[in-house]
Each structure stands twice: as C-alpha cells, then as structure tokens.
C-alpha cells in the first residue's frame, strides 16, 4: 500500500527565514517519483519541485529545495528566504512508477509572519 | 501554456438534484482524475481514466459516477447529491504511467454546496 504522511498540520516562520515542511513516504515500489505543491487560499493547486527515487542529487528549484532521504523514506521540503506570499498549503505526493495513480498526504498550512 | 479549465469555481446545489462538474485539458493527455478535498483529509481520490471510455474507481467513489466521451473531457457526476458531499473538487491531468516524473496539471477547482 502507498502511503504519504505530513506530520505538520500547521507551520509559523518568520520572513525572509528558513522552513522545512516534512514529508515520509511509505511504498514497496523500487521507482517513484515524490512532488510538492502549493495550494494558495484561491485553491489551485501549483507543481513546486520533483525529486525521482533514483536521482543521486537533491532537486532544487529556486528557493525551494527537496531534501530527500530514501533509506530513512522522507522527501522534506525546504523554502528558503520565506515570503509573505508562500502563505499557503503544501501537499506532498507520490507517484509509483507502475500505474497512474498519485498519493496525497494531508497537507501542512503555513504561515509567513511579517 | 498548459490548461485544465473546470466548468464553475462555485456551485450551490440542493439535496437530490443531479448534479454535472466538468473538467476540459489541452495537453493531450491520457490521465485525468477527479479528487475531494476537505479540511484535514487532503485530497482523496474519486476516480481517474486512463483512456477515453475507461474509468477505474478511486479510494472514495460512493455516490459519484464519472464520463469520457471524448480524451480532453472528464466530467464528475452526482447522482443524487447530498450534504455529505459538499466540498471541495479538484480535476487533474497527467501524462502516462510509463513516465513518473510527469506531474499532475489540475484544475482551478469548484467548491459545491449541497443544502
């Protein structure tokens, strides 16, 4: 079974600071890929980053950044330099190599403070 | 640019009424789905098709039944809608499985209200 788990219902960081939302991952599929997403209050759901479970390197996109650890199963996403607009909800995902099917986990809300 | 449209952002229905959400991509692509999304639950999913006239049923589809007519389409539908189904639903679409490091595109998303 494929499962996604955030720990963090609700997060606080100061701007322009450093965040880390947490993300573990349980699946028995050897090929996945793990994804982020932002869901703002206007409710669409924006793709962040990708990390695949065989790339060697954490996967960067401009201030956000994967910090993937597979024996330990957990995919963190880290925003740095934290802005009032990263106010939002962030989801975790997965998805099997085999099948078409994505896993949410339940999300993690966070709040940018001035 | 990349597109998922979904057919109204807010929808207030009443109990038994027949309810229609449609979903319409322009990416050509083979995958789309239609979740549920309630405060602290996250996204769940209803069904998804992996091909015109395929469904295959998700981990919540009791009292939704799905379309695809046609590859762009996928359209939702509440039988006889209730209260219990008022929520948030979200459309997506995604290449085929042979690629895991396609992302899903979604939809603005139609936040229904059944009274």
């Known amino acids: 079974a494929q499962k996604i788990t955030q720990t963090q219902p609700g997060m606080f960081v100061q701007e322009k600071e450093a965040v880390t939302l947490d993300c573990t991952y349980d699946?028995?599929?050897?090929?996945?890929?793990l994804f982020w997403y932002k869901q703002p209050s206007s409710g669409e759901m924006i793709f962040l980053i990708y990390?695949?479970?065989?790339?060697?390197q954490n996967a960067t996109e401009g201030r956000y950044s994967l910090n993937f650890q597979k024996a330990r199963k957990s995919a963190n996403l880290v925003i740095s330099a934290s802005q009032l607009g990263d106010s939002a909800m962030y989801f975790c995902?997965?998805?099997?190599?085999?099948?078409?099917?994505?896993?949410f986990g339940t999300g993690t809300s966070l709040t940018v403070i001035p | 640019d990349v597109k998922v449209t979904q057919s109204s952002r807010y929808l207030v229905k009443r109990t038994g009424e027949k309810v229609f959400l449609e979903c319409v991509q322009d990416?050509?692509?083979?995958?789309m789905f239609w979740y549920r999304q309630d405060p602290g639950l996250g996204l769940r999913l209803i069904y998804f098709?992996?091909?015109?006239?395929?469904?295959e049923k998700g981990d919540i589809p009791e009292g939704y039944s799905v379309s695809r007519e046609k590859k762009e389409r996928f359209s939702l539908i509440l039988e006889s809608a209730s209260t219990n189904q008022t929520s948030m639903y979200l459309c997506?679409?995604?290449?085929?499985?042979?690629?895991?490091?396609?992302?899903?595109?979604f939809g603005p998303g139609t936040r229904l209200t059944v009274l």
């Open positions: 997506a679409s995604s290449s085929p499985g042979s690629a895991s490091t396609d992302t899903q595109y």
């Open positions: 699946t028995s599929d050897p090929s996945y890929g």
């Open positions: 990390q695949g479970s065989y790339d060697q």
């Open positions: 995902a997965m998805r099997p190599h085999t099948g078409n099917q994505f896993y």
């Open positions: 990416m050509d692509h083979e995958n």
């Open positions: 098709s992996y091909d015109v006239k395929m469904k």
